[in-house]
């Protein structure tokens, strides 16, 4: 089909076969023999037009003047790390960590029952294991585990490299709760989903909640595989990032649950409102490798 591209192809040809007709040394002492001034101007006619759209076709074959790149004012933060867990021991450290148990659905009519059992610690990493046992009258077993009354942060960079459970009714995340939950509750304390992804799907999810709104969005990843899931958080704006890829900016100056002290929060939870109540039993047990966590303040 002879398309926009096609046409302008033809004419560089020809125009082109112009300029090296015009350049070649036989062609121009044949030029001496012009019989009028008029044939000689309409060769340099000619060679200008060719010169004039190659310089055009330099800038991407529009003709248009290439609007410049914007620079970026925005100054980079920089970060100094405060605390981390690298996960090199042999059982997870409890002066860093807390276990929450029970069951009862956690207010997502959530299937598994949360203790320590199911977190260990193997080759570096941080294993929350979900399995399909029958604790405290749920049908299945799992580790929910925060740094609450241990460790807190506000602002900064917050980020940990994990590697997902991909099955129906897997429910993983690494998020964010107020400090001050136990004295305002939620959602008036404020949520920081960091990631969150359900079921099989490639979708990681980012979230916020707070007392009067709520923002989500979603980029495509690879959960089976190790990355590194982040917020960059300052007091004007939360930014989320998926291997240091920026993929949604939330405002919150005017949200003061978010200008207030967080604490950490790992766990996987096995179905509930979300991801369904369907579990494919084939598939478990099923764990959340967790590589680390990091915890960094903004130096500058």
């Known amino acids: 089909m002879l398309g926009r591209w096609d046409l302008r192809s033809i004419k560089n040809i020809y125009l082109y076969k112009n300029v090296f007709n015009l350049l070649n040394p036989n062609y121009i002492n044949d030029m001496k023999s012009f019989s009028t001034p008029l044939k000689a101007f309409s060769y340099a006619v000619i060679l200008f037009s060719a010169l004039a759209f190659a310089s055009c076709s330099k800038s991407g074959g529009s003709g ?44 997502n009519n959530e299937q598994e029952y949360y203790q320590g059992n199911n977190a260990t610690l193997a080759n570096g990493n941080l294993l929350i294991t979900v399995k399909k046992e029958s604790v405290g009258g749920q ?48 959602p008036t304390c404020g949520e920081i989903d960091i990631m969150e992804h359900i079921n099989t ?11 009067g709104g709520n923002t989500s969005q979603a980029t495509l990843s690879t959960p089976s595989a190790y990355h590194v899931y982040a917020v960059e958080w300052d007091a004007k704006q939360i930014r989320f990032f998926v291997d240091d890829v920026k993929y949604d900016i939330e405002p919150i100056t005017n949200v003061s649950a978010f200008q207030l ?18 579990i494919d039993d084939s598939k478990l047990p099923l764990a959340m490798y967790v590589d680390y966590v990091r915890v960094y303040k903004q130096t500058n």
Request: aromatic fraction near 14%; charge should be neutral.
């Open 261 to 278: 002290p967080f604490f950490l929060i790992l766990n996987v939870a096995a179905g509930g409102n979300w991801p369904g109540q369907t």
């Open 201 to 211: 799907d490639s979708l990681i999810h980012g979230s916020l909640h707070w007392n």
């Open 64 to 107: 248009n003047t290439p609007t410049p790149t914007p620079v970026d004012t925005v100054v980079k933060p920089v970060y100094a790390l405060v605390w981390s867990d690298e996960f090199n021991g042999t059982a997870v450290d409890t002066t860093k960590w807390h276990f929450e148990t029970g069951g009862g659905g956690w207010g």
């Open 139 to 186: 049908s299945y077993t799992s580790t929910r585990m925060t740094t609450q009354n241990r460790v807190t942060q506000t602002y900064g960079r917050i980020e940990a490299r994990i590697k997902m459970p991909v099955g129906q009714g897997m429910w993983p995340a690494f998020w964010m709760l107020g400090n001050n939950i136990n004295a305002v509750s939620w």
